[in-house]
């Protein structure tokens, strides 16, 4: 595979979000293995999507979140199940969008960078298998958009879990 971000400079917001879910859509057609696919998607948001300092999966493993593919810092293994904006994304089974980690009550902090942070549950059939968490060094960088396009970006390789 050879991959450019060359043309990619000057896009668009959703031209932006359009361009990592044909690459999403390319990566799921043609391979099965989720680690490999979470490694990559990890590293396509944060190459494409401005002002972000971590993006990355924690995945279930009992009563716990365990670190998985990630771009940014080196982070927290693992996140207890009822601690944190992860944790609370997971119990929810639903996205959660903070606009400032230091007012959210339990935020578990592993880059001190991060301002607002977004998470996005990972479901199949009922199931939670991890989440992805998007963290930003601005506050309130995440709006209702940011939210409905990583809902939808999530979807695309969710059945590869
Ligand atoms: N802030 C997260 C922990 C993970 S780090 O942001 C990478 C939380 O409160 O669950």
Redesign the pocket.
Known sequence: MEFTLKGTENLSEKDRYDFIKLFIKGQVRDENDPHALMGNISAIIMALVKDLN?V?F?MVKGDE?V?GS?Q?LP??TR?SRD???????WRDKSPVK?DD?DA?D??????SN?KS?L?IPLIKNEKVYG?L?I?SPKLSRFTDEDKLAFTEIVELFQEKL
């Open positions: 971590w990355g924690y979140l670190l990630f940014g982070a927290c996140l601690k944190g904006v992860c944790a609370k994304a903070v980690v959210f339990g935020h578990v902090a592993c880059d991060s942070e998470v989440v968490d963290d």
